[in-house]
């Protein structure tokens, strides 16, 4: 053991503070629960950004995929040809032609622009946050009637349900005598879909692929392709290997590149909260300094008393380490617990005080998401758990060997 059982003794007899030391004692409750409060911070704070990170990043690329395939000339015509050509490649799930434009949406004396997707209906299934949302219904209809799936914050904006209908009008008009005439078409809603990104929600319209090569006349070509891949993490080699074999005729990218300003946002945000987080725990590492430098000046006497009776200084030195450690110790692991619990019931907290309070606390208009997730990584609890411990010992360190340099003579002088 590097501690004896007469120095945890001391120890553990200092830290439960007498009367007389009631001041002390609280200012080390205090450390205690400076540190607690910024273990769980850190760690609560963390979780929530990675989740946030996640569950952006996964219903981006559940409806955008991992890969984009375009044609440096333009639509591509052999589309079919180049989908089979994808999908034979390593790591490549499925290879989705679509075309994809603007439009302006009316319905009941309502405007707003919107982003149509033509894709087939077969091509819905690797889309899963979409997928998931549609029913048998919705799907027959898309597949059968040429309907259109629209999200549920535009079908309350617009007022619309199944099998309502709206006025699409395309900037890109059909040249007549009389000059450029817009394209605009009606259709019937089939489906409502629900992806829990407002984004997606409340401007994107997905059409069946030839029902949008009809509207946007462009012909049998497609603007791109949608690729999907088993190895999103390694997703820049999938994108090299891909580029090599395609050659300069077309145009790749990955969805590290399409969001590349959003993820470098997220990053910066996240290291930046990380270190003002930190300065939490540093701060109550600093209430440890001052807590212990009051119990060392209390217990001058005691310290004297033991130095004379053959005491070490070393051995004070390690009794008054492991009283401001373990201050630190408590406090790092009731901080873990609390941090792990609250992320375990996040959202049912999130929904309690917003009943509580009547507001809402994360709209789903500026955080893009639905619910508030909250992803746990070990790696960054152990990290923190570690840095917390760390500065703990350290803020110990000068108090100790201030009461391993207690002169006995001088203070045994005036007792």
């Given amino acids: 053991m590097i501690f004896s059982p007469i120095e945890r003794l001391l120890a553990f007899r200092y830290i439960r503070a007498r009367r007389a030391e009631g001041f002390i004692s609280v200012v080390a409750w205090f450390s205690l629960a400076g540190i607690t409060l910024g273990v769980a911070t850190l760690i609560i704070v963390m979780s929530v950004m990675n989740g946030f990170r996640a569950e952006l990043i996964g219903r981006i690329l559940g409806l955008n995929g991992h890969l984009g395939v375009s044609s440096v000339e333009g639509g591509i015509k052999d589309y079919n040809k180049l989908a089979l050509r994808l999908s034979e490649m390593p790591t490549i799930i499925a290879a989705t032609p679509q075309i994809e434009g603007q439009v302006m949406v009316n319905a009941n004396n309502q405007a707003r622009g919107a982003v149509v997707r033509g894709v087939s209906w077969s ?125 300069a005729k077309y145009r790749v990218f990955d969805w590290q590149e399409r969001n590349a300003s959003f993820l470098n946002a997220l990053k910066v945000e996240r290291n930046v909260m990380f270190l003002i987080l930190t300065l939490i725990i540093l701060v109550a590492a600093f209430n440890i300094v001052s807590s212990m430098i009051m119990l060392v000046r209390s217990k001058n006497a005691d310290i004297a008393v033991l130095r004379s009776l053959g005491a070490s200084s070393s051995l004070i030195m390690r009794v008054f380490l492991i009283t401001g450690a373990s201050i630190g110790a408590v406090g790092t692991l009731a901080g873990s617990l609390l941090g792990l619990i609250f992320c375990w019931q996040i959202d049912n907290i999130k929904s309690g005080i917003e009943s509580l309070s009547g507001a809402e606390l994360f709209s789903a208009e500026i955080y893009y998401l639905s619910k508030l997730p909250a992803v746990v990584d070990p790696f960054e609890v152990s990290m923190v758990v570690v840095m917390a411990l760390v500065l703990s010992f350290i803020a110990s360190l000068y108090p100790a060997w201030r009461a391993a340099h207690v002169a006995p003579a001088e203070v045994l002088r005036y007792e």
């Fill in 123 to 247: 091509d819905l299934a690797v889309r899963k946050p979409l997928w998931e949302s549609l029913d048998e219904n919705a799907i027959a209809a898309f597949r059968d009637d040429g309907a259109l799936l629209i999200g549920e914050t535009m079908a309350f904006t617009f007022r619309l349900k199944l099998g309502d209908t709206i006025t699409l009008l395309s900037p890109k008009g059909r040249v007549t005598a009389f000059g450029t005439v817009p394209l605009r078409r009606s259709f019937k809603v089939g489906g409502i879909f629900k992806v829990g990104m407002h984004e997606y929600d409340s401007s994107f319209i997905f059409m069946p692929l030839d029902v949008a090569q009809l509207f946007f006349d462009t012909g049998d070509i497609v603007s791109g392709f949608e690729v999907y891949s088993s190895a999103p993490l390694k997703i820049t080699a999938v994108s090299n290997i891909i580029k090599s074999q395609l050659g």
